[in-house]
């Protein structure tokens, strides 16, 4: 099942990153609309069937504001590390 704070593990690096789901839009019909922040920032909307493709779901669910928060944090120090004073 796909809720808010579902981890999603990339099936291919290449193509997408890790993600985690941080919205859901449900339409009048029962059609589920998900919006997933991937680890390097991006925000994507993609149906069940597409994160399937593109996603492995993990069985832990997350807050999304800590997880982003965090995601944040290590990537502050990445560009320190690599472009700092």
Known sequence: MITIGT?????DGRLMGNGIVVDR???PVGYN??????????MVTMGKHQILN?????GDVVEPKKQLS?????????????YGD
């Open 7 to 11: 981890r999603l593990y990339t099936k």
């Open 25 to 27: 839009y449900t339409f």
């Open 70 to 82: 965090d995601q944040l944090t290590l990537l502050d120090k990445v560009v320190e590390l690599y």
């Open 54 to 58: 593109q996603f492995y779901i993990a």
């Open 33 to 42: 609309i998900y919006l997933v922040k991937t680890d390097f920032g991006n």
